[in-house]
């Protein structure tokens, strides 16, 4: 029994990793696509740093406050590509010949998670070089550092989660752009730029349940980074609340995801 087991494990890895490799090939035929997705936070972090400013509230220096935000927020965007890249296998009937072959159904949804975290992990890397280049720094351990990378990661995995199970609800590339749009609320209403206490009562209760805020506030604490000028239960609390929200993200849209994708041909 074990052996079995242990060789339906070893299939669906290296099917996942057949799939992932997939994935990675298409950004060597897509290199503007790739560029665009890590430059963009970019461009939002010196624009909201040097441009537009803020930090009413901000106990420290606005950078070290908006960093750690940007890093949430950028694990947030981008899921486009992600998502159209489903709509476009579904439309071609990829998706349909895969399923006919001899493979792990989910080996085709965790290859294309996995090359988006890896995406994921070089934006980071991007975003961080770009804010020690700008002033940013962290004031913590090394475990402390990696602890904040990995909450930020985790919070970008469950997101991807949701972008998959919408990509085939969705079903056609052009319904994307209409979907995406609802991570846009989930982005700007956070703490990522300005602190709860600066905003009207209701809405700063709004963003400080925010799954983004929570992880926004957990990675500033983790990074050594100013804190707001209150400390409310969900802030005192980020990093269960920066663990609990992702979890259970995934835990709804993860079935969700794969029960879709079996249903797809039937």
């Given at each position: 029994m074990?052996?079995?087991?242990?060789?339906?494990l070893t299939w669906a890895l290296t099917d996942s990793w057949t799939m992932t490799r997939r994935e990675l090939?298409?950004?060597?035929?897509?290199?503007?696509?790739?560029?665009?997705?890590?430059?963009?936070?970019?461009?939002?972090l010196l624009m909201f740093g040097f441009l537009v400013g803020g930090g009413a509230g901000v106990q420290g220096d606005y950078v070290d406050f908006l960093v750690p935000g940007m890093l949430a927020l950028t694990?947030?965007?981008?899921?486009?590509?992600?998502?159209?890249?489903?709509?476009?296998?579904?439309?071609?009937?990829?998706?349909?010949?895969?399923?006919?072959?001899?493979?792990?159904?989910?080996?085709?949804l965790v290859g294309r998670c996995t090359a988006d975290m890896m995406q994921s992990a070089a934006g980071l890397l991007m975003m961080i070089g770009v804010g020690w280049a700008i002033g940013w720094r962290w004031h913590a351990?090394?475990?402390?550092?990696?602890?904040?990378?990995?909450?930020?990661?985790?919070?970008?995995?469950?997101?991807?989660?949701i972008?998959?199970?919408?990509?085939?609800?969705?079903?056609?590339?052009?319904?994307?752009q209409a979907v995406q749009i609802l991570v846009w609320p989930v982005g700007f209403l956070s703490n990522a730029f300005a602190t709860p206490e600066s905003m009207p009562g209701w809405l700063g209760?709004?963003?400080?349940?925010?799954?983004?805020?929570?992880?926004?506030?957990?990675?500033r604490d983790l990074f050594g980074?100013?804190?707001?000028?209150?400390?409310?239960?969900?802030?005192?609390?980020?990093?269960?609340?920066?663990?609990?929200?992702?979890?259970?993200?995934?835990?709804?849209?993860?079935?969700?995801?794969?029960?879709?994708?079996?249903?797809?041909?039937?």
């Amino acid at each position: 029994m074990s052996t079995g087991t242990g060789t339906t494990l070893t299939w669906a890895l290296t099917d996942s990793w057949t799939m992932t490799r997939r994935e990675l090939a298409h950004w060597a035929r897509q290199p503007v696509q790739v560029v665009v997705g890590l430059v963009f936070p970019v461009m939002l972090l010196l624009m909201f740093g040097f441009l537009v400013g803020g930090g009413a509230g901000v106990q420290g220096d606005y950078v070290d406050f908006l960093v750690p935000g940007m890093l949430a927020l950028t694990m947030a965007f981008g899921l486009e590509g992600t998502m159209l890249a489903v709509t476009q296998d579904l439309g071609k009937g990829v998706i349909d010949r895969f399923r006919s072959m001899p493979m792990t159904n989910s080996a085709v949804l965790v290859g294309r998670c996995t090359a988006d975290m890896m995406q994921s992990a070089a934006g980071l890397l991007m975003m961080i070089g770009v804010g020690w280049a700008i002033g940013w720094r962290w004031h913590a351990g090394p475990g402390s550092f990696l602890a904040a990378i990995a909450l930020l990661l985790l919070f970008r995995f469950a997101m991807l989660w949701i972008g998959i199970h919408l990509a085939m609800v969705a079903g056609r590339p052009e319904m994307v752009q209409a979907v995406q749009i609802l991570v846009w609320p989930v982005g700007f209403l956070s703490n990522a730029f300005a602190t709860p206490e600066s905003m009207p009562g209701w809405l700063g209760a709004v963003v400080e349940w925010n799954p983004l805020s929570a992880t926004a506030t957990a990675v500033r604490d983790l990074f050594g980074n100013p804190a707001t000028a209150e400390a409310s239960w969900a802030a005192s609390h980020a990093t269960l609340l920066a663990v609990a929200w992702p979890l259970a993200l995934t835990a709804v849209f993860f079935p969700l995801a794969a029960r879709r994708f079996r249903r797809l041909s039937r």
